[in-house]
Nanobody
Framework: QVRLVESGGGLVQAGGSLRLSCAAS????????MAWFRQAPGKAREFVAS????????YYGDSVKGRFTISRGSAKNTVYLQMNNLKPEDTATYYC?????????????????WGQGTQVTVSS
């Protein structure tokens, strides 16, 4: 079993920045594809960004391209989401997800492991 713990959420003004962290523990041997999703109240879960388990290629949702950056930490099973130029529409609960794979995925259904979520609120 793999446990994911997110941190770094909070309240920020529009135009500000936040950095989310996700640490995986448990049975973490092997290569993990990791991703961030978000869900606002009354809306479907949305793909934000992902990084492959192999060569660490990255992918982004259209709404965050150029503003958010996903990266791995020196500890292989840690992933970060640097969020810059935040907008009120970025307000959501952000979830970290993981899957044993060398590839990358954008579909939430592909990920068997999820964190509990961290709230990001952007005020206008």
């Amino acid at each position: 079993q793999v446990r994911l713990v997110e941190s770094g959420g909070g309240l920020v003004q529009a135009g500000g920045s936040l950095r989310l962290s996700c640490a995986a523990s448990g049975r973490t041997s092997g290569n993990y594809a990791m991703a961030w999703f978000r869900q606002a109240p009354g809306k479907a879960r949305e793909f934000v960004a992902s990084v492959t388990g192999g060569y660490s290629s990255t992918y982004y949702g259209d709404s965050v391209k150029g503003r958010f950056t996903i990266s791995r930490g020196s500890a292989k099973n840690t992933v970060y989401l640097q969020m810059n130029n935040l907008k009120p529409e970025d307000t959501a609960t952000y979830y970290c997800a993981a899957k044993v794979s060398l590839g990358s995925f954008v579909d939430a259904g592909a990920f068997p492991y999820w964190g509990q979520g961290t709230q990001v609120t952007v005020s206008s």
